[in-house]
């Protein structure tokens, strides 16, 4: 699970739920057909950085590797539309590039840092390193 053998972190179910409460989520840009949070979701085939999220409420868990970046730059794109809201479970790692650019101090965003570490999947440990939720909401 903790393994650099997958960039793929499944969300825990009951956070998810809590967050679904308050956004009402329409579409997942990053699943499968075992793990999709939304009725309408992208598979890693479809792949979700090419496809339009316009007017959507949308959950992005997003792969945690080295394109994590085309993720938190294509959802602070997308709010661009009207009706969009981009909900994002990330690694908490304020010292990146992108969440300088796209993230940090940006009047449509909202960051919510989660305290403790989460446990993904089915997973008994928690995960080796903090995250957030970005929340960006349509201009």
């Known amino acids: 699970m903790f393994s650099s053998k997958t960039d793929q972190w499944a969300t825990p179910q009951e956070f998810f739920d809590s967050l679904n409460d308050e956004f009402a989520f329409t579409l997942d840009p990053c699943a499968d057909s075992s793990n999709y949070k939304c009725e309408r979701y992208f598979t890693k085939e479809q792949d979700g950085l090419k496809q339009d999220w316009g007017g959507e409420t949308v959950f992005c868990n997003p792969p945690y590797g080295r394109t994590i970046k085309e993720w938190v730059r294509k959802s602070s794109e997308e709010v661009k539309k009207p009706g969009t809201t981009v909900v994002m479970l990330i690694p908490a790692r304020t010292d990146t590039k992108y969440f300088h650019d ?10 919510r ?4 570490r989460l446990k993904f999947g089915d997973s008994n440990n928690s995960a080796p390193f903090p995250s957030m ?7």
């Not at 796209?102 to 960051?111: A, F, G, M, P, R």
């Not at 939720?133 to 201009?139: C, D, E, I, P």
């Open 102 to 111: 796209y993230i940090y101090q940006k009047d449509n965003v909202e960051v």
């Open 133 to 139: 939720v970005v929340v960006f909401k349509s201009l």
């Open 113 to 116: 840092f989660i305290k403790g």
